[in-house]
């Protein structure tokens, strides 16, 4: 057996998930272009198959323009349920081969098998090992990524898709990554990649020409790990707990020239029943909440909106909406909107003299959130809400199995 890695660090990235669940549950789509719309009247695609990629079709394009390319593009309505099913299947096969797992998103995860080397091999015959578990336990394509730190181990898992197996060698991190660039890899997003090409940084190579403190009086301890991915030596651990959220929140896109405002209002609505039911869940409130409208000429319609005292009620919180449209809104067309409550902290039910209480709506609560749970998501819901066509969840690209980020 060679000599044991010092850090061995493997990303698994299910291919094109969703479509693949698709093909998988129906047959007759293997081979074939499918796009996954948020319902069957979704107008945006979640994702596609491989199949559609050769004609161009992108996550997040218009369905009707990923038509025009592939007039026989066939759509399926997401299920986010079995999505979350078969992943929740892998994550526990992974599992099985390391304890050091971290669910990265719903259908990536990183796995720490430094520890693991004596019991199963090395990191490539572990990665291996990986491979054939998915491909017994649910018969769908993925990529791995196998290096000394996540990051690297991330960017080697998108060099050969789909079913891809790429090694960087941990010695030779440094060397491979030299004439990448440096948004390529994760977490280097836009206003990142600007402040260091405004510094003449734009390969990870660059970065040795750039002191460690330059990056960390700006980004703090952010800059600090920038500066060591771009050198194939990212620090970050792989995480096996879920932390407590910064946000609980939820977006919509709405149908194509969304103007009339009782639809906007009653979407809005829809999401604070939601984000309230995600409060509850975790036995946690919130005071400040964020509101906006994404408007057809790309710009936000935003503010953050206080509340007198945290809630979980989603009255509460549809009353700062109504407020915000009637301030803020005025007569855009809206693609999407969005409510998010910020720093969400654990339900505090000591009340002193002065705080009102309503017994009667935390009551009332707790029984739609009992009936909702035993009957499915929204089968007791506001009278306003009735009889409303809305689509079905959406996967949240941070979903965890047990944690905060379930969906959008």
């Not at 592939?70 to 999505?83: A, D, F, G, N």
């Not at 060099?159 to 004439?179: D, S």
């Not at 319609?301 to 509340?307: E, G, N």
């Amino acid at each position: 057996m060679s000599k044991p890695w010092s850090r061995a660090i493997i990303l698994v990235d299910m291919n094109a998930f969703f479509a693949s669940i698709e093909q998988l549950d129906f047959p007759e789509l293997s081979g074939k272009p499918i796009a996954v719309t948020n319902g069957s009247k979704g107008t945006c695609i979640i994702t596609c198959s491989y199949e559609a990629r050769s004609f161009g079709i992108k996550t997040g394009m218009r369905l009707y323009h990923a038509k025009t390319l592939c007039p026989h593009l066939i759509q399926r309505p997401s299920r986010p349920q079995r999505y979350a099913q078969i992943s929740n299947v892998i994550m526990q096969a992974l599992y099985n081969i390391t304890p050091d797992l971290e669910v990265f998103s719903v259908d990536e995860a990183f796995l720490d098998v430094t520890h693991c080397q004596r019991l199963h091999g090395s990191p490539i015959e572990i990665g291996q090992m990986v491979k054939k578990k998915i491909l017994e336990t649910i018969n769908i394509p993925c990529s791995i990524g196998i290096s000394g730190d996540k990051t690297t181990a991330k960017y080697a898992a998108k060099l050969q898709k789909p079913n891809g197996f790429t090694v960087i060698y941990p010695w030779e991190a440094k060397q491979r990554l030299r004439n990448v660039l440096v948004t390529d890899l994760c977490g280097i997003a836009e206003g990142i990649g600007s402040f260091l090409a405004q510094r003449g940084i734009h390969f990870c190579g660059d970065m040795e020409k750039l002191p460690i403190g330059v990056l960390a009086k700006r980004f703090g301890n952010l800059g600090r790990r920038i500066w060591y991915m771009c050198q194939g030596l990212d620090p970050e651990p792989v995480t096996t707990t879920v932390n407590q959220p910064k946000s609980i929140g939820h977006g919509k896109v709405l149908p194509p020239k969304s103007k009339d405002k009782k639809l906007i209002v009653t979407y809005l609505q829809y999401m604070c029943e939601k984000v309230a039911a995600r409060l509850r869940r975790h036995n946690m409130e919130a005071q400040t909440f964020f509101i906006g409208l994404y408007t057809q000429n790309k710009q936000w319609i935003a503010d953050k909106i206080k509340l007198a005292i945290p809630s979980n009620d989603g009255r509460d919180i549809f009353k700062l909406c109504k407020y915000f449209v009637r301030k803020y809104w005025i007569g855009e067309i809206v693609r999407q909107i969005q409510v998010t409550a910020l720093h969400p902290k654990p339900l505090q039910l000591q009340l002193d003299l002065f705080t009102e209480f309503d017994g009667r709506r935390y009551t009332l609560n707790k029984v739609v959130d009992m009936i909702n749970n035993k009957y499915g998501e929204f089968s007791m819901m506001p009278a306003s809400l009735m009889n409303q066509s809305f689509s079905p969840n959406v996967i949240a690209p941070s979903w965890q199995p047990t944690g905060h980020r379930q969906s959008i």
